[in-house]
């Protein structure tokens, strides 16, 4: 959602690289082009000139004047500022000391209300919480029947004793699931309640009568993040005609420009709660407006990836791989597979790419990546047989035609998973053993972190030379040929798979640069 506004930022901080003093005219055009980002990105006027003016009297004062860096000054002012406007720390759920914590939902029709009462759901409920559904939308057709569909499939219990379809007073409702939840002990209750196409005299009364009827602990405000200014308008008018203490935004895996949800809160002074950024029920967290704001510098959220990581992957596997690893043991493609469909059930790797620092400039690449690669590779090990799938070794070239046949892929993608496994696992061998990354010369801490050193104190002793003639034109030869080898790798410590990396780059639709990151 925010790609514009991250290219259109990177692109002014390009300008201040180098620089060792930023003048006034420095300031005026970063000022002016951060300026038309945003109100390219959508967001608010008001908003844009607080923002704007902020950084301007910050860039003009002495943390950037004394600063060693000044374009990185700059980017931390706004890295700040956005945090700011973004409602500045994370905003989260208040439970009731007794009773039954109770939250209404309120919002335009259209806004993925019932959705998101569900992801809600299974969000508390994995917060070790006992959630009760509420089916208080009694006027679109079909919602009490989609909020009881989607409980299901979160397992939360939803309260629906009305109909719906224009049928049943949604206050009764409400006032009844309160005491349904302390009857049989849970403690929160999510009422969904109706929306509008727009907003009108009776939907605000009949969203005032509910939250009377039940003094809610929460009331959230849904907006669909993609609807632009009208978000804003729209909050402003559930403000004035409902209340609300916190706003959920959805539909940020949308393609918009994204301007509401930077507007929001600075316009309010309603903190952005939640956030909801695709169609599963598990694209659903809080909002943390400093990540938000690092994903908009093309700085990452890594603390995003490591909770999802932590929450997905199985800690013990995780530690007899290593020790597997880590001694020598012998690490099979069964291992290989169980590994990749942890990662798997992270989600999309296209996301889980995204949240990596610095990879703004590969957007189209991520774009353009086949989430269905781990499909393949599932279908390529489980049509080998146990023994295959223990010692790779022994998979050769009728063994290959048969599996791709089983897998319905060709031979070169069999070949292509063996070398690949085979490369992971030398390299994950070293990383375990030395607690690194291997082959990096000259970094403290990391295997290899001499290598070059001691290849030179190697070279400073010359080799014997055999006596026997034949024997030294041999070694002549062989030194001859291995340093061809190395010349023609441009590595210094050789290329002994004959790696065409040039090649991988381009199979990989990666710029053709990208070739020396791969070495």
Not at 468 to 489: D, H, I, M
Request: proline content about 4%.
């Amino acid at each position: 959602m925010f790609a514009t506004l991250s290219d259109r930022l990177a692109d002014t901080f390009k300008n201040l690289r180098g620089k060792g003093r930023l003048s006034e005219a420095d300031i005026d055009a970063t000022a002016r082009e951060i300026r038309i980002a945003l109100l390219e990105a959508d967001v608010a006027l008001p908003v844009v000139k607080e923002f704007v003016g902020a950084v301007k009297e910050r860039a003009r004062g002495a943390e950037v004047s004394q600063a060693l860096n000044p374009a990185q000054q700059i980017i931390k002012i706004v890295n700040e500022e956005l945090v700011n406007i973004l409602g500045g720390e994370t905003r989260r759920l208040r439970f009731a000391k007794n009773g039954p914590t109770v939250i209404m939902l309120a919002g335009l029709q259209g806004a993925g209300k019932t959705t998101l009462a569900a992801k809600l759901a299974l969000w508390l409920k994995e917060q070790s919480t006992s959630p009760l559904l509420v089916a208080a939308d009694l006027q679109r057709p079909n919602a009490v029947n989609q909020l009881q569909v989607n409980g299901e499939r979160v397992g939360v219990p939803v309260f629906a004793p009305q109909p719906g379809n224009g049928v049943g007073d949604p206050v009764q409702v409400a006032r009844d699931a309160v005491e349904e939840a302390k009857r049989k002990l849970h403690d929160v209750v999510i009422v969904d309640t109706a929306g509008r196409l727009g907003i009108d005299a009776e939907l605000m009364q009949q969203a005032s009568d509910i939250r009377d009827a039940v003094q809610p602990d929460e009331v959230l405000f849904v907006v669909d993040a993609m609807i632009g200014q009208d978000a804003v308008n729209t909050a402003l008018a559930f403000q004035e005609g409902v209340g609300y203490d916190a706003v959920v935004l959805t539909k940020l895996d949308g393609d918009a420009r994204g301007g509401a949800a930077l507007s929001i809160a600075s316009i309010t002074g309603k903190p952005v709660m939640f956030a909801s950024n695709g169609e599963k029920m598990t694209d659903f967290d809080l909002f943390h407006p400093d990540r938000m704001a690092s994903r908009i510098l093309d700085m990452g959220d890594m603390l995003t990836l490591i909770e999802q990581a932590e929450k997905t992957f199985d800690a013990a596997e995780a530690q007899k791989a290593a020790e597997k690893l880590a001694g020598g043991g012998d690490f099979t493609l069964t291992d290989f597979l169980a590994q990749m469909q942890q990662i798997r059930k992270m989600g999309s790797l296209t996301k889980i790419m995204g949240m990596l620092p610095g990879m703004g400039q590969f957007r189209d690449q991520l774009e353009n990546f086949d989430e269905r690669e781990i499909d393949r590779i599932q279908a390529i090990i489980y049509s080998m047989t146990p023994a295959e799938r223990d010692n790779p070794k022994i998979i050769d070239g009728s063994r290959r035609l048969r599996i791709s046949k089983g897998s319905g892929t060709q031979v070169s993608d069999v070949n292509t998973l063996v070398d690949r496994f085979f490369e992971a696992k030398k390299m994950m061998q070293q990383m375990a053993k030395g607690g690194g990354i291997p082959g990096m010369p000259g970094m403290p801490g990391m295997p290899g972190g001499g290598g070059r050193v001691k290849q030179k104190k190697q070279q400073g002793k010359k080799k014997r030379v055999s006596g026997n003639p034949a024997k030294a034109a041999a070694q002549r030869a062989a030194a001859k040929a291995a340093a061809s080898e190395k010349a023609a790798s441009g590595n210094p410590f050789g290329n002994p798979e004959g790696i065409d990396y040039e090649t991988a780059a381009q199979n990989l639709d990666l710029p053709k640069d990208f070739s020396k990151f791969l070495k």
